[in-house]
């Protein structure tokens, strides 16, 4: 059975700084899909960013160039490090995990649609405020 377990998270200032992480188990596929996306009450699901097993990233434009997506396969964990955060980030962060892949304007690359996650951790609160 895969579970995923997030850490990190709580309340941070404008412009502060907040990392994330995920452990996975029970993934037997050498090949994969894992990664963050992220919900707000009343809102649907958004996609944060991936990372695959090569180490190739995609991130949504809302966050590139803020957020990093990192791993250490010998942890079987993905880290979500976050910089300059705004208010408008807060939500709730959720790993993701799964291995499907699509074309996008950056090219080839983990797929950002959530129907395309196989396995979803629980959750963790990022909370930003002005």
């Known amino acids: 059975q895969v579970r995923l377990v997030e850490s990190g998270g709580g309340s941070v200032q404008s412009g502060g700084s907040v990392r994330l992480s995920c452990t996975a188990s029970?993934?037997?596929?050498?090949?994969?899909?894992m990664g963050w996306f992220r919900q707000v009450p009343k809102k649907e699901v958004e996609a944060v960013g991936m990372?695959?097993?090569?180490?190739?990233?995609i991130y949504a434009d809302s966050v590139q160039g803020r957020f990093t997506i990192s791993q250490d396969n010998s942890k079987n964990t993905v880290y979500l490090q976050m910089a300059n955060l705004k208010p408008e980030d807060t939500a709730t962060y959720i790993c993701?995990?799964?291995?499907?892949?699509?074309?996008?304007?950056?090219?080839?690359?983990?797929?950002?649609?959530?129907?395309?996650?196989?396995?979803w951790g629980v959750g963790t609160q990022v909370t930003v405020s002005s």
């Open positions: 029970g993934w037997t596929d050498s090949r994969y899909c």
């Open positions: 990372i695959d097993n090569d180490g190739l990233t």
């Open positions: 993701a995990l799964g291995d499907t892949y699509a074309s996008t304007s950056a090219g080839y690359n983990c797929s950002l649609h959530p129907y395309d996650i196989g396995h």
